[in-house]
Structure formats: C-alpha cells, structure tokens
C-alpha cells in the first residue's frame, strides 16, 4: 500500500512528530466530544434546560477563531513546537478545572476558553506535521491528520462508556486532562520545525506582506474558508447533537449510545 510505503520512506524523528500532532488533534476532539454525551446530566446538575447547556458548544466553537488567531501569531514568532505545548497544557487544563465548575456561568466561560485552547491546536499541530514531512507525503498524512478529529470522537464515546456510569459527567472531564500528558512526548521526542527555522535564520526583517497575500492566494482561502464552512455545518450540526438524540427520542442507554456512536465514527 502507498500509506504503508510513504511511512516506513519517513524517519525517526519525522514519525514522531507525526504522532504527536497526530494525537494532539485527536484529544483535542476528544476533549470536545466529551460534552456531547452528557448534555442532560449537566443541564440537571446546573438547573437549566439542554438548548442552555448546548450554547457552550457554540461558544467553543465562536472562540476557536480567536485561539486560531493568537497561538497561530505564536507559532510564526516562536516556533510551532513551544506554543504547540503550551497550547495543549491551557486546553488540558481548562477541561480538568470544567470538572468543578461550581456554577453554570463559570461553566460557559471555561467551554468558551477551551475554543481558544481548540482553535490553536490545528494550527501548530497540521503546520509542525506539514513542514517536518518530505513534500511526496504530505498529501496523504494531511488526510491521516485530519482523522484525527474522528477518532476523537470515537474516543469520547469510548470514554463516556467507561467512566460516566462510575464518576459521572465531571468525572468525564478529569479524564479529559489527560492529553497534557502528551506534552512530555513532544519535549523528548519532537524537535522544531525545520521550514520554521530555516525561515528565521533567513529572515532579515518583515517577511509578511498581506497585501501580496491577499493577491496571490486570497481567493484560494476565501475557496478554503466556505468548504469548511460548509463541512462543518454538515459536521456539527449532526454529530454534536447525534447522543441526545438516541437518549432522548429512541430512549437508548450508556452502553447502546457508546456502541452505536463507535460505530459511527468508524463508518
């Protein structure tokens, strides 16, 4: 198989980074998904209704443009692989202090700093995967990357499987921290990225010109910007809400939702 071939082509240091950014998207989703099987029980605990408790869902998703936004700046200033750790911690963080959320006020804005944490993950991870690959492979593992989304998502129902019946709906976003671990992966294991660097040591000044930017390939991203847009209206809009559905209209349990929310993912 070409995927198998393009791989083992790949050496160390460039399969580990891979991985990384790999994962990184893939808990990032699963950090995301979490929330989206346990809209009911959080709706109980806080006293409100399940269309209150989705609106954190949007304010996550409003607020990964503006993480976009800053840890991309980060990203050029710094380099990909410090502000991608750092990114991952804030992320990590924010979904184990969701955990003991006393209120739903503090709820909304602990979703709506993770969009941030949310926003910036791509970003660095799909630019520090891109650059570290030789150029025949980027094609194929920027589709692999991008799986990662999915795989979080059957992650989440995996994990909701496991230990909502057991610790609950916090008990769900203590496990979510758990991604920040990864960030000791990235420290031993995943260097910068060589384009970064070598862009730096041959920059001499401002290398950014927007209005160069603009003409080149400002239509490519207008192009970008609505498939995705329509991607994800398709994606959101049906999968963010897919859980509730089977409890609430077709009465299903823990362990059917999980099930049949794996095999979703997969398919």
Known sequence: MEAVRLFKSLDRVQRNTFIAC?????????????????????????????PQVTFAITLTLMMRPLGAFIFGWLGDQFGRRIPLMIDIVFYSIVELLTAFAP????????????????????????SLAMESLPTPARGLF??????????????????YWIVFPIFGWRGLFVAGALPALLVIYIRAHVPESPVWERNRAAAKGPT????????????LLIYAALLMTAFNYMSHGTQDLYSTFLEKQRGFGVSAKSTITIVYAIG
């Open 142 to 159: 920027s589709g692999i990357l991008q799986q990662g989304y999915a795989f979080g998502y059957l992650l989440a129902a995996l994990v």
């Open 22 to 50: 790999f994962l990184g998207w893939t808990l990032d989703a699963l950090d995301f998904f979490l929330l989206t099987f346990v809209f009911d029980p959080v709706a109980h605990d806080f006293g409100r209704t399940i």
């Open 208 to 219: 950014f010109d927007l209005r160069r930017f603009a003409k080149e390939h400002g239509a």
């Open 103 to 126: 209120n739903f006020a503090t709820f909304l804005l602990l979703r709506a700093l993770f969009g941030i944490g949310m926003g910036g993950e791509w970003g660095l991870g799909a």
